[in-house]
């Protein structure tokens, strides 16, 4: 059985055999997990500051995953309730409108870094 033609078959989705997929699996490169910002940022903040609870989490990209997942819920909710209070309201002004945005995402941010990420 040519390893070649089994990884090329893999990648054209046909279906492999019990062998085929063994076979597969020892020769194809393992996929690195890509992350999203938040999930990269606890991430770094691990192994640089809490090196111990990054030992102790079994399945890391799960952990990461959701971490992502979380924060863009935080980020959905807040945005939405901070939209409609009066301080962030939309005015004819672009430059104006923009600060407010700019201020939201902020506030947003910081929560989800101190929520989420910098946490022991």
């Given at each position: 059985?040519?390893?070649?033609?089994?990884?090329?078959?893999?990648?054209?989705?046909?279906?492999?055999?019990?062998?085929?997929?063994?076979v597969y699996q020892k020769n194809?490169?393992?996929?690195?997990?890509?992350?999203?910002?938040?999930?990269?940022?606890?991430?770094?903040?691990?192994?640089?500051?809490?090196?111990?609870?990054?030992?102790?989490?079994?399945?890391?990209?799960?952990?990461?995953?959701?971490?992502?997942?979380?924060?863009?819920?935080?980020?959905?909710?807040?945005?939405?309730?901070?939209?409609?209070?009066?301080?962030?309201?939309?005015?004819?002004?672009?430059?104006?409108?923009?600060?407010?945005?700019?201020?939201?995402?902020?506030?947003?941010?910081?929560?989800?870094l101190n929520e989420?990420?910098?946490?022991?």
């Amino acid at each position: 059985m040519n390893e070649q033609k089994v990884i090329e078959k893999a990648n054209r989705r046909e279906a492999l055999t019990v062998e085929e997929f063994k076979v597969y699996q020892k020769n194809a490169k393992p996929k690195k997990p890509v992350y999203g910002k938040y999930g990269t940022l606890a991430k770094q903040y691990l192994e640089e500051h809490n090196f111990g609870k990054l030992l102790q989490i079994e399945n890391l990209p799960e952990y990461l995953h959701s971490i992502d997942k979380q924060a863009e819920e935080i980020y959905d909710t807040m945005y939405a309730k901070l939209s409609n209070d009066e301080r962030y309201k939309r005015t004819n002004d672009f430059m104006e409108n923009y600060r407010r945005q700019t201020e939201i995402q902020k506030l947003i941010e910081e929560e989800i870094l101190n929520e989420l990420v910098y946490v022991a």
